[in-house]
Nanobody, 124 residues
Framework: QLQASGGGLVQAGASLRLSCVAS????????VAWFRQAPGMDRKFVAA????????YYADSVKGRFTISKDTARNTVYLQMNSLRPEDSAVYYC???????????????????WGQGTQVTVSS
């Protein structure tokens, strides 16, 4: 089970750090990703880290502003979000998968486990 947290209401230009904690399992051996879904929109890929930590991918819209990282000791994956924009407003979901190949890191269907989502709202 995955638990996402850290969302909130901030002004444009601010930062937030989202956390995704796994209970009942560890992230060791799992790829972990963040997706987001704005109202009326499809869920979209944000960032992912391969199970080995050797590959990290970002959506073009967040490159240079967001950073995904994994803390194995805390069994937590973070999404550091800087320079937030109103268009970043969405519900953010973390997801994990054990057999995700590099070419599928941005694909929703590659992930078997999903958190409940945390709301991020950025005001202008």
């Amino acid at each position: 089970q995955l638990q996402a947290s850290g969302g909130g209401l901030v002004q444009a230009g601010a930062s937030l750090r989202l956390s995704c904690v796994a209970s009942g399992r560890t992230f060791s051996g799992y790829a972990v990703a963040w997706f987001r879904q704005a109202p009326g929109m499809d869920r979209k890929f944000v960032a992912a880290i391969h199970r080995t930590g050797g590959s990290i991918y970002y959506a073009d819209s967040v490159k240079g502003r967001f950073t995904i990282s994994k803390d194995t000791a805390r069994n937590t994956v973070y999404l550091q979000m800087n320079s937030l924009r109103p268009e970043d407003s969405a519900v953010y979901y973390c997801a994990a998968g054990s057999s995700v190949i590099t070419s599928s890191l941005a694909s929703e269907s590659a992930y078997a486990y999903w958190g409940q989502g945390t709301q991020v709202t950025v005001s202008s």
